[in-house]
Nanobody, 115 residues
Framework: QVKLVESGGGLVQTGGSLRLSCDFVGSAVTIGDIGWYRQAPAKPRDAVAQITSGGETIYADSVKGRFTISRDKAENTMYLQMNSLKSDDTAVYFC?????????WGQGTQVTVSA
């Protein structure tokens, strides 16, 4: 079973950038969808970006043009490049791998955008 490990979160000022990484540990991820969700305090977990099994990238409207999702198959890693960050982007970011009825989650990494 693959384990997902996020890194790269932190504190950044409005307008700044961060790059999140999600390492797939223990097994190569070659099938299924992968992507990122985020959860702000007292709010539900929302989809941010996804790479489908067919290679299509899908973004939430709130991050289009600012965030870029990518993967390095050789390194078995997924990235989320976040630019022009806003205070509304403050949340815990979770990466996931979805295959059929199964969804595997990372532990989350905190992103805080200060004014």
């Amino acid at each position: 079973q693959v384990k997902l490990v996020e890194s790269g979160g932190g504190l950044v000022q409005t307008g700044g950038s961060l790059r999140l990484s999600c390492d797939f540990v223990g097994s190569a991820v070659t099938i299924g969808d992968i992507g990122w969700y985020r959860q702000a305090p007292a709010k539900p977990r929302d989809a941010v970006a996804q790479i489908t099994s067919g290679g299509e990238t899908i973004y939430a409207d709130s991050v289009k043009g600012r965030f870029t999702i990518s993967r390095d198959k050789a390194e078995n890693t997924m990235y989320l490049q976040m630019n022009s960050l806003k205070s509304d982007d403050t949340a815990v970011y979770f990466c996931y791998h979805r295959w059929g009825e199964y969804t595997f989650w990372g532990q989350g990494t905190q992103v805080t955008v200060s004014a």
